[in-house]
């Protein structure tokens, strides 16, 4: 939806949001065996009302996907902001960008996908305890805890490609600043430490006659 909706936004976005959830619901219940991973949404700049709210339409999502309570959905978290690069209409990624979007979705989803779903309230409670229950119950305590730290290893993926985008925005920062070199000053900096260092932060004030070079 490029244009604005008609009518009261945060009410519209709202039942938007409740409508999308009772569909991963219904999805989810009906197909157990089915994972659902639910990936947040990206900025779109061309889109004033949409962009004033964001926050509240992943809220709701976040919200929402963890009130369902159900082990075959998930949330998968969007790009950081400083990697969304968009084309002119500032509504679809840049190809750079949009390869990124891909892989980092696909390296957060890839362990969820790929782990056992573990049921530990499946076990008979009325049933007496057995050399065999009880070795069903140590495999699934297992799983659960292989699950947990495939979970910790794609955390820990995330956080450092974070890191990584931002040394690339910062680096890219640097990149993008101007340094002019061979210019002097025909005025002799002062010789006590502490006004030469105000002089080089700027405080030294020359005028433009006094440069050569």
Sequence with gaps: MRSEPEGDIGQIINEAAQTFLSTIQEAAVRLPESKFAVVMPLQRPSLPWYQDNLLNIRGLLQTGITGLKLDNV???????????EFIADQVHLTERAGHS???????????????VNIDLTGADASAAPSADSDSTTKRRIDQLELAFKARNISDNLVLARLREELDTAANKAREDRVVINGLVCKKA??????????ARNGGFQVSDSQFSG
Excluded at 103 to 115: A, D, G, P, R, V
């Design 74 to 84: 998930t949330r998968i978290d969007c790009i950081s902001v400083l990697t969304q």
């Design 101 to 115: 979007f891909v892989n980092f979705i696909l390296s957060q989803s890839e362990t969820f996908f790929k782990s």
């Design 189 to 198: 900096l002062p010789v006590e430490i502490r006004a030469k260092t105000e």
